[in-house]
């Protein structure tokens, strides 16, 4: 048993990454064929990898598109079927080699065999396999059988000595139970923004991997950077290719590792020395600080330098193995440092990042798998989402617990763009087992991570799991209060005697957190388990309120540091018809109910749209596509008004606390950027990438420099704010126009001259009542006419350039039927032969409020400006949209026009009658 650990250990560690000599490998990818274990008489051929059994019975027109209408549920009888991978194969085996099967990714539990000999079982997603083979013919067959993930989690969960919650999802998560028993993508068994499709296959490639008795025993080559003190460190960490790796290298004179960064000027050897487990060798490297290196910085505080960096391993009995990284030189703290009361209290600790020694205010969303089955996800996707993100301002993202590790092209892409990471662990929303075989299991697939990734300077902290503190703290799952302490030992056992320990071993300089929400520093001090992980006072905190209105800033806590919070919205129109049938594509259809898997999710969408839009549900007799586009129109712009509510109220905190002690909120992180499928979500970029309007709103509102303002109706005043990230104090002027729905011209009321904004945080500008704002104007105060008016915020350079701009409303807008209608003119429009782009230049007869364009999913792209206010030809100015991402040629441009539906929320019903 203990030689099988062993070698199984090993499998893991090689392989790590894809840094193989090409000529080494012999691809296994095409001739595939696939079968379903209890239907041996139907064969699917010419099948290749990478695939999922879904891709396959798709391409051969056994099934339809996995996400139209009802199909995670028609298609729930895949994965609880078994399915054989096989191929038949030609290569001639060299009996003065060794040979290695490697697999980068099977998903999840495979049996697999050689020309008929069982080689091994797989059983974790988040690792490489590899298994030594030979043959003496030149024709070979290899087979793969991957179980049933459903059954096989359902089975170690009715064998283990307890129940482990989460048992099943809530019925609205339409998913499979259990997920927590095996390592899978969790929410690859369902969540409430994703579909329950527990999909099997070959994910990552195949082949074969020669070995020369010359060649260094070596698989892959960890690289660490990180500073100590006044020195920059280098640590490379060399990976075994087999478990001969040690006796190979015994009678090895000279080992040695040799360092290279040309762009540097430095180039240095250092012997190596052996760790103890799981016999890797090393070198360290030490640079002073002194150097003249050119710093990694998060995107909006400097430029992302990388530096190419090479080291070779040799040593006199074998050919040298080389390997090369992109590795940027960053110092990463999280400060969680003492906080005082304004009587003198302790109240807490802090919690932010300290990027090479400046404090960073993260501005960002949490990342999802970009697809059900990720075997569709191109690096075009990624590079797509993440250049949308850092267009948007952002300068971290959160790899949420719940879905994969992503791809290396993704954290490249994050390197290179300047956007932190924050790594979960894939463990989220459960309890998990703890027996011998599942830690040992873990403890590999983490290792196998860490030495995998820890060289992105993007990557700036690791957490263990997503919500699991919280769920164990809060007993989510109404466990027995006899068997919390055995879950809480259990706990500790896995993300702090595990998971921790492992990371630190490997990556020590690098922040660690259990879980999060947690309560950074007081969560160890309470055992790893905070009776309250969502304090105000420590660390970070996830929010979500559907329920209050989120127009009122007294409903939202006021945390150091906000990593989780949303409201949802529907993709756009278009967005859903390719996945629905017309009849279906009502509200109060079954499809509109099944494909939210939010409990009561529909509900909150609409109670609140009523609530501050007046918007009033059709009936099922009388629902139409028009209502329907009304009614996503509006989820949209309550996700967006909210979300930017919600942030601006952290922004108000900014390096700076309120009297008891709350506050310096460092991190305002929207939950979720991204979408999995084509259904109501908290995502700001939708599965086809276009553009929700919550994503134009976050492009202003992670704005380096923003202005923002609040009205209270109990106070009557306008208080104004500015938040500013950079590093020196600045001075602006702010103009204040207002606007009235109800005439054709605007009014300068206001100039506030000689505004101080402070560097790294928010400064409160200035305090007005309400009289004073809209005083010499055509607004009237009274109900309910002060809905018909509003603020513009300018903020103002010495040039006179708008630097930020905002609105404040006086008022929800609940009631659209009392609206004046804005007819809108098109007064301009080109298209640029020289890169595809398409200008409309829009006017208004008045106001046209929260301006929307929509186009087909097809085209891929967003609008500049889309969602913001058009303001009428008479006053300052029109409003240009601009389609960013190209079009492919000139002859989409009609059909792309045609393809254009506007909306504005001052359109219905008067302008539609």
Not at 161 to 169: A, D, E, I, S
Not at 453 to 474: C, D, K, T
Not at 640 to 650: G, Q, R
Request: hydrophobic residues 40%.
């Amino acid at each position: 048993m203990a030689e099988a650990l062993y070698l199984w250990r090993f499998s893991l560690l090689l392989f790590v990454a894809s840094h193989l000599v090409e000529t080494q490998r012999f691809h296994l990818s095409d001739n595939w064929s696939l079968r379903r274990e209890d239907d041996v008489n139907t064969v699917y051929s010419n099948v290749s990898l990478p695939i999922y059994v879904h891709q396959v019975l798709l391409s051969n027109n056994v099934t339809d598109d996995p996400y139209f209408g009802f199909n995670d549920l028609n298609y729930r009888w895949i994965p609880e079927s078994n399915w054989t991978f096989s191929l038949v194969f030609n290569y001639s085996f060299s009996h003065d080699k060794k040979y290695f099967l490697v697999f980068e990714g099977l998903d999840t539990i495979a049996e697999v065999k050689f020309n008929g000999k069982y080689l091994g079982e797989t059983y974790n997603m988040f690792c490489s396999w590899n298994f030594p083979v030979s043959s003496d013919s030149d024709e070979n067959s290899l087979e793969v059988k991957i179980v049933s993930p459903v059954k096989s989690a359902l089975e170690k969960a009715e064998t283990y000595p307890y129940v482990v919650p989460q048992v099943c999802p809530v019925p609205e998560f339409r998913g499979f139970c259990q997920f927590n028993f095996i390592r899978k993508e969790a929410s690859s068994f369902s969540w409430d923004w994703g579909p329950g499709f527990a999909p099997q296959g070959i994910w990552k490639p195949v082949y074969l991997h020669s070995v020369e008795k010359h060649d260094m025993p070596v698989s892959f080559l960890s690289f660490n950077l990180f500073k100590n003190e006044s020195l920059w460190i280098i640590n490379v960490t060399a990976l075994p290719i087999d478990t001969s790796f040690p006796d190979a290298l015994s009678s090895c004179d000279n080992l040695q590792i040799k360092l290279n960064i040309s762009d540097l000027g430095y180039s240095n050897s250092s012997f190596v020395h052996w760790g103890s487990y799981p016999s890797v060798f090393w070198s360290s490297f030490a640079i002073p600080d002194i150097w003249p290196v050119n710093l990694w910085w998060p995107s909006g505080f400097g430029a992302p330098y990388l530096y190419r960096v090479s080291a070779v391993v040799s040593c006199s009995r074998f050919s040298p193995y080389s390997a090369q990284r992109m590795l940027g030189f960053r110092e990463v703290e999280l400060v969680q440092d003492e906080v005082r009361a304004d009587n003198g209290s302790s109240a807490g600790n802090t919690f932010f990042f300290r990027v090479n020694k400046v404090p960073i205010f993260v501005k960002g969303s949490n990342w999802i798998p970009a697809d059900a089955f990720q075997t569709r996800v191109t690096d075009g996707r990624l590079e797509y989402l993440l250049r949308s993100s850092k267009t948007a301002n952002m300068n971290m993202l959160r790899v949420w617990g719940g879905g994969v590790f992503e791809r290396e092209h993704f954290y490249e892409l994050a390197d290179q763009l300047g956007i932190m990471i924050w790594q979960d662990m894939m463990f989220a929303c459960s309890l998990y087992p703890v027996g011998p075989d599942f830690l040992d299991n873990v403890e590999e697939e983490v290792r196998v991570q860490i030495y995998k990734l820890r060289s992105h300077p993007s990557i700036v902290v690791w957490a263990g799991n997503n919500e699991n503190e919280a769920a164990l703290a809060q007993n989510w799952w109404s466990v027995p209060d006899e068997m919390l302490p055995q879950y809480r030992e259990d706990y500790v056992d896995l993300y702090v005697n595990t998971i921790q320990t492992v990371i630190e071993s490997i990556d020590a300089y690098r922040p660690c957190l259990t879980s999060s929400p947690s309560n950074g520093v007081e969560t160890i001090r309470e055992g790893y388990i905070s009776a309250n992980p969502y304090s105000e006072f420590f660390g970070d905190t996830h929010y979500y309120d559907y329920v209050t209105d989120c127009f009122d800033l007294s409903n939202y806590q006021i945390p150091r540091f906000a990593s989780e919070y949303g409201f949802q919205s529907w993709p756009s129109y278009s967005s859903i018809v390719p996945v629905t049938s017309q009849q279906e594509r009502k509200l109060n259809s079954d499809w509109f109910t099944e494909r939210n898997h939010h409990p009561d999710g529909n509900e909150q969408m609409l109670f609140n749209i009523h609530r501050h839009f007046g918007y009033e549900m059709p009936t099922r007799s009388n629902s139409s596509s028009d209502f329907d586009e009304w009614f996503i129109y509006l989820t949209q712009l309550e996700n967006a008004l909210c979300i930017k509510t919600e942030t601006e109220h952290y922004l108000q905190y900014y390096n700076v606390l309120d009297s008891s002690g709350r506050g310096n909120t460092m991190g305002a992180m929207y939950w979720q950027l991204n979408d999995i499928w084509q259904a109501p979500s908290w995502a700001s970029i939708d599965y086809y990438g276009k553009w929700k309007m919550l994503h134009n709103f976050a492009l202003r509102f992670f704005e380096p420099v923003h202005l923002f303002g609040y009205y209270s109706s109990i106070e009557e005043d306008v208080t104004v704010f500015v938040s500013s990230s950079h590093n020196e104090s600045l001075r602006f002027r702010i103009e204040v126009i207002i606007y009235s729905l109800q005439q054709a011209n605007a009014t300068v009321n206001k100039v506030i001259t000689d505004v101080n904004v402070t560097s790294n945080s928010a400064s409160k500008i200035a305090q007005f009542p309400l009289f004073e704002f809209v005083n010499n104007t055509d607004c009237d105060l009274n109900e309910p006419s002060r809905m018909f008016c509003f603020a513009q915020l300018n903020l103002l350079a010495n040039d006179d350039s708008v630097v930020s701009t905002n609105e404040v409303y006086f008022d929800h807008f609940n009631d659209t039927s009392l609206f004046p209608c804005s007819e809108v003119d098109v007064i301009g429009l080109n298209f640029n032969q020289s890169n595809n782009e398409v200008t409309i230049k829009l006017a208004a007869s008045s106001v046209a409020l929260f301006f929307w364009m929509d186009h087909s999913p097809e085209f891929l792209g967003h609008w500049e400006n889309n969602g913001n206010h058009l303001v009428p030809i008479e006053g300052r100015a029109t409003r240009t949209f601009r389609f960013y991402r190209s079009l492919n040629s000139s002859s989409e441009i009609i059909p792309f026009l045609q393809s254009l539906k506007l909306f504005y929320l001052n359109m219905y019903p008067n302008c539609l009658q």
